[in-house]
């Protein structure tokens, strides 16, 4: 007979796809231990069941235009921070694509970001991210630096969209239908996915920079205005990725 140890380490190393063999070949074990063991794989078993319920509820817009063969998810990352760039993520699903756990990337851990953004990149037919930097925000505005990134990334995309799913905006100079969505990104797999894309790579450029600009915080706060970044631009002025426009009060 199995020990219960044995039993365990077989549970913690199964993945989603084995938890009904596991609670099948375990169900009529009567040791406590192993109960245990089949009611926690149960657990996850329900939970899993219940996020694909979401997920299949995230995909309404895309089953709504479904007649569209490549529908295009389109979000921004970094319109707020007081330093560094901001990004737009575009990026393209395949028809009935299931991605669990895609979310507002806001609402998601770091560590839970980072595997979603390269199961994106595996699954996604096309996925780009456009960047445009500080000094292009204090010329232009933020708003229409954020519509530039996005006309950016979709024109990086190596498969042209038949339709735009935006969160919140409507992109000027575009002649692709779009379908602005208020907070998309909880609404919208494709959005989603183009949120948790812009902000993983945007995260990492600002951990770059951290280490370029070094007192700022940058790792962290990801250039956001928290009450560190504000003491930090005090005690040593601005360093050559701040917007000036955003800064003002501060310097």
Same mark, same amino acid.
């Given at each position: 007979?199995?020990? $219960?140890?044995?039993?365990?380490?077989? @549970?913690?190393?199964?993945?989603?796809?084995?938890?009904?063999?596991?609670?099948?070949? @375990?169900?009529?074990? #009567?040791?406590?231990?192993?109960?245990?063991?089949?009611?926690?794989?149960?657990?996850? *078993?329900? %939970?899993?069941?219940?996020?694909? =319920?979401? $997920?299949?509820?995230?995909? =309404?817009?895309?089953?709504? @235009?479904?007649?569209?063969?490549? +529908?295009?998810?389109?979000? #921004?990352?970094?319109?707020?921070?007081?330093?560094?760039?901001?990004?737009?993520?575009?990026?393209?699903?395949?028809?009935?694509?299931?991605?669990?756990? +895609? %979310?507002?990337?806001?609402? *998601?851990?770091?560590?839970?970001?980072? =595997?979603?953004f390269l199961e994106i990149e595996e699954k996604a037919i096309a996925c780009a991210v456009g960047i445009v930097s500080w000094e292009r $925000?204090?010329? $232009?505005? +933020?708003?229409?630096?954020?519509?530039?990134?996005?006309?950016?990334?979709?024109?990086?995309?190596m498969v042209k969209p038949d339709l735009l799913l935006n969160d919140a905006v409507t992109i000027p100079e575009v002649n692709i239908r779009q379908i602005p969505i208020i907070k998309g990104d909880a609404k919208s797999i494709s959005i989603g996915a183009a949120s948790i894309y812009a902000k993983v790579i945007r995260d990492h450029m600002m951990e770059d920079y951290d280490k370029e600009y070094p007192g700022y915080g940058f790792a962290s706060n990801k250039g956001y205005g928290s009450a560190e970044h504000i003491e930090a631009i005090r005690r040593l002025g601005p360093c050559p990725i701040h917007r000036r426009s955003f800064i003002g009060n501060y310097i």
């Amino acid at each position: 007979m199995q020990s $219960i140890a044995d039993i365990k380490s077989i @549970y913690q190393a199964a993945d989603d796809s084995r938890l009904s063999e596991f609670i099948s070949e @375990y169900k009529d074990d #009567e040791r406590g231990g192993v109960k245990r063991l089949v009611e926690a794989a149960e657990k996850r *078993l329900k %939970n899993l069941e219940k996020e694909r =319920e979401r $997920i299949l509820r995230l995909s =309404e817009y895309e089953r709504k @235009y479904s007649e569209y063969k490549y +529908i295009c998810g389109i979000d #921004e990352v970094g319109r707020g921070p007081f330093a560094g760039p901001v990004v737009a993520g575009a990026v393209i699903l395949p028809k009935n694509c299931e991605i669990l756990y +895609i %979310n507002d990337s806001k609402k *998601l851990s770091e560590k839970k970001r980072e =595997e979603l953004f390269l199961e994106i990149e595996e699954k996604a037919i096309a996925c780009a991210v456009g960047i445009v930097s500080w000094e292009r $925000i204090d010329e $232009i505005n +933020i708003l229409q630096a954020t519509y530039e990134a996005m006309r950016q990334a979709i024109g990086k995309l190596m498969v042209k969209p038949d339709l735009l799913l935006n969160d919140a905006v409507t992109i000027p100079e575009v002649n692709i239908r779009q379908i602005p969505i208020i907070k998309g990104d909880a609404k919208s797999i494709s959005i989603g996915a183009a949120s948790i894309y812009a902000k993983v790579i945007r995260d990492h450029m600002m951990e770059d920079y951290d280490k370029e600009y070094p007192g700022y915080g940058f790792a962290s706060n990801k250039g956001y205005g928290s009450a560190e970044h504000i003491e930090a631009i005090r005690r040593l002025g601005p360093c050559p990725i701040h917007r000036r426009s955003f800064i003002g009060n501060y310097i």
